[in-house]
């Protein structure tokens, strides 16, 4: 039975993206004009109105989510920090706890645990409850985390610090939360905002308000430093109430909290994350995670190693970046206090927003090779003028405060990317997966920093600065890796719609569905079943328990039934029809592309990049006039085939009772 062929770039069955774009051009007067023929003039005015007020009122919830976004994260910008100065007035107050490595590190990696399995956790719960319903969970552990903070005690100090630490534990899931539920969310309202500057308001709301909440506890804290601790510099421990820096630090955030948490009950899932929930269901399966592994690849590497490397760098420095300060230019705890103010106002506030700017002009990889190239390159400077630069305290503010200012032009599109480069319906989850990672680089480079520079210095109580110079140019190695990675396996997402790319994965689902369903010769009787609603998770069930492989092959035929009828997929022609369809799928990496010129040429190359861009124009209408169009000529296929065997069977008959009468 002949089946259709296609042509690699499948011409025919494909709208082009020219034909698309000029229907989703149409403008409202074309559409008013088309209203009045079908008879329903008096209703005309009504459905004009009913259009507008739901326009406005998609335009007031999307303002409305952008302020509790904006509010949200930065409030998870004054956590990150609120411990930063707790250590310091620890090491300042108790010179035993400034060698007290291990006690230094587990209040700077708490809140990174917290917030590591806050993503993960916090993923799934996006992507299969929504975005909102995550976002007050998370406000609601951020709360519980601060109240825990503020009512921290122990019989001892330590005791209290350990407390301390659970708190921020706590308030870490939410936090962690933050990024998964808010940042897709608001990426979406962005998308519907304005393609062309999608990066720049999802910056805006996200990494720029966590910015400025960064510097928050600082001013917070010089005014109760400046009150409580009036007396206290480096090593000396009189006069200095440090259980009122720590409990004051907590109780100013659970404001902000309570206010967050409030408001975020009038908050809505948004309307791109509503219509893909209204697609489909929200449970993930196998093909989801096939097209992950075989077609995300080498985006998740640029996502996920990037994500690791810029915390393992920023919040090992950050986390230590006082105690590196005291120990370079020998100052007192309140005035590197205002260092770090002076710092902030100079550089490290407005050069977010200058990166939020350039990021969709420039693009994702670009901005943030160059972010990678500049840091990397002020790091080797900064370890070969180590000792000029101590011996003038001014100048090493300057030139570290200028250094660091710059890698939010790393981080702005390590932000962006996980929440571009992933479909609606996984991308919370992978957002998740990928910021998880950095977290885990941000833990692993806060646990080992103390250690390197002990051990740099040759000895088991004493940090030296040799060693530190010796661990800048470790961090400069690491940001070359980085520039490398950024280069050849970031995603470049910018002035591409993703509604587009969620068809683009749509399509691909439907199309891995049939060849998964023709390969297990699914048939029409499998399709028509009453029972198909197995799962992924279900299947690997089966797979442990089935008593044979036939039992097991008949669960895997009713999945794949499942999967096509999911997929709009309900007859064996259409299986065959679909099947044939082309997987060609860009992944918009540089490394990807360099692949396929290797193995395929320049000319199969492109070909493959114009079907991958076509399948986000597909229209499955065509199927239907393609497959009437075949009809008559399948019926005749049919014929011939059953009239074959008709045939066949008739010679067997006589050739068998000639051999019996024999």
């Known amino acids: 039975m002949s089946r259709p062929t296609f ?3 499948a011409a025919q069955v ?3 993206s020219v034909e698309m774009e000029a229907v989703d051009r149409r403008s409202e007067e074309d559409i008013q004009q088309q209203q009045p023929q079908n008879g329903d003039e008096e209703s005309d005015p009504e459905n004009l109105k009913g259009a507008e007020e ?10 409305y989510n952008a302020f509790g976004t904006a509010m949200g994260f930065f409030v998870n910008g004054y956590m990150y920090d609120i411990s930063t100065y707790i250590v310091s ?6 010179p035993s706890f400034r060698h007290d490595v291990f006690l ?3 209040i700077g990696v708490s809140m990174l645990y917290g917030v590591m399995f806050g993503l993960l956790l916090f993923g799934f719960i996006a992507d299969y409850f929504g975005r909102k319903k995550g976002l007050i969970m998370c406000s609601c552990l951020v709360l519980l985390g601060n109240i825990i903070g503020v009512a921290s005690h122990g019989t001892s100090v330590v005791g209290g610090i350990w407390m301390m630490n659970i708190g921020l534990g706590v308030a870490g899931l939410g936090m962690g939360g933050e990024y998964t539920c808010n940042v897709p969310n608001a990426m979406e309202d962005s998308e519907g905002v304005n393609i062309k500057t999608r990066g720049r308001r999802t910056s805006m709301l996200v990494m720029c308000m966590e910015v400025i909440g960064n510097y928050m506890p600082f001013v917070v804290q010089i005014i109760i430093i400046a009150a409580a601790c009036r007396n206290a510099y480096l090593g000396a421990a009189s006069h200095c109430h440090y259980e009122i820096v720590k409990r004051v630090s907590f109780a100013v955030a ?3 909290v309570i206010c967050v948490l409030i408001y975020r009950t009038r908050m809505r899932d948004s309307e791109m994350f509503s219509k893909d929930k209204q697609r489909g269901k929200s449970r993930y399966d196998a093909i989801d995670l096939y097209i992950v592994c075989r077609h995300f690849a080498f985006r998740s590497v640029g996502a996920v190693l990037n994500w690791f490397l810029v915390d393992y760098i920023n919040y090992s420095m950050g986390t230590f970046g006082v105690i590196i300060l005291q120990s370079v230019i020998g100052v007192s705890l309140l005035k590197s206090l205002w260092i770090t103010l002076a710092e902030g106002g100079a550089y490290l506030i407005w050069l977010p927003f200058v990166a939020a700017f350039v990021v969709d002009r420039l693009g994702r990889r670009k901005t943030e090779v160059f972010g990678w190239a500049f840091l990397a390159s002020a790091q080797l400077i900064n370890a070969g003028a180590f000792w000029p630069l101590k011996r003038h305290p001014v100048g090493w503010i300057f030139w570290s405060t200028f250094v660091f200012g710059f890698q939010y032009f790393v981080f702005v599109p390590v932000y962006l990317i996980p929440a571009e480069a992933f479909p609606t319906k996984i991308r919370a989850t992978m957002y998740g997966v990928s910021s998880s990672f950095g977290k885990c680089g941000g833990i692993v480079g806060t646990t080992i920093f103390p250690h390197m520079w002990v051990n740099f210095s040759g000895s088991a109580h004493a940090e030296t600065l040799p060693a530190l110079r010796l661990t800048m140019w470790f961090y400069a190695g690491l940001e070359y890796l980085a520039l490398l990675l950024a280069f050849f396996f970031v995603p470049e997402y910018s002035q591409k719609s993703l509604v587009k790319e969620d068809q683009r994965f749509y399509e691909l689902r439907r199309r891995y569905a049939a060849r998964f369903a023709k390969r297990l010769n699914v048939t029409d009787e499998d399709l028509q079943e009453d029972s198909l609603n197995l799962t992924f998770f279900q299947i690997l069930k089966y797979r442990i328990t089935s008593s044979s492989k036939e039992q097991f092959h008949r669960h895997l035929k009713n999945y794949a039934a499942t999967l096509c009828r999911e997929n709009g997929i309900r007859s064996r022609r259409r299986i065959d029809y679909v099947a044939q369809l082309p997987t060609d799928y860009n992944d918009l990496t540089l490394f990807s592309r360099i692949l396929r010129k290797i193995r395929m040429g320049s000319e199969q190359c492109a070909i493959y990049e114009k079907n991958s861009e076509e399948m986000g124009y597909y229209d499955p209408s065509v199927e239907e006039a ?3 169009d075949r009809k008559e000529e399948w019926k005749e296929d049919d014929t ?5 065997w008709s045939n066949t069977t008739a010679e067997a008959i006589v050739h068998s009772y000639e051999d019996n009468k024999v």
Do not use: C, G
Not at 54 to 63: D, E
């Open 14 to 16: 494909y709208r082009t």
């Open 7 to 9: 042509d690699t770039n």
């Open 254 to 256: 659970t404001i902000p």
């Open 89 to 94: 007035v620890y090491t300042d107050v108790f």
């Open 626 to 628: 393609e497959l009437e």
């Open 104 to 106: 230094q590190t587990a």
């Open 54 to 63: 739901n326009k406005k009122s998609i335009a007031s919830y999307i303002r």
């Open 640 to 644: 011939e085939m059953q009239q074959n």
